[in-house]
């Protein structure tokens, strides 16, 4: 019979060293995708407040302004006729984050934004990161930029069409 002050065989802790090791690796490997999820949700919304953002400038200054999205995000369109949509420039990406953003979209490359903040321009953009199990999209449709975000199931590579961005689970149809 052990006594209580014997303390803990060398296997018995061997063992609960192994199991929390791969109760750790587990959390680490739920946490990266978490993180991948997180960076899609935080860039769809930097898409989403990119526009708006747009969209008052335009009607704050009462002239026409344009704005151009790339893999980094919302900044001045270069080029073009228009001025750019002062103060709506925006990244998709936290400056320290490790988690890449890919963009595909098939907006035009300066988007348009009239005096009264309407969009002249829609399309769809399609979100995605390297291991993340899915992709966000966010259609942006004339004239008012009614933007619905949503997930997109089929590659992007293979041709995008706003009629693919189902809605987010939960979301009001």
Known sequence: MRRPSDGFSLVELLVAIAILGILSSLALVQAGGDRRRLA???????????????????????????????????????????????GAGLALAEPLSRTPIQLRTNLPDALRFSVNGLVLDGGLVVLSSP???????VVISLPLGVTREGLYPQDPAAGLSSGLCQPLPGAPA
């Open 40 to 86: 899609l949700e935080a860039a769809t919304r930097r898409v989403v407040v990119g526009l708006e953002r747009a969209r008052l400038a335009a009607q704050r200054d009462g002239r026409p302004c344009a704005l151009s999205l790339t893999a980094e995000g919302w900044s001045a369109p270069a080029g073009g006729s228009l001025a750019p949509c002062r």
């Open 131 to 137: 291991g993340a199990q899915q992709r966000r999209c």
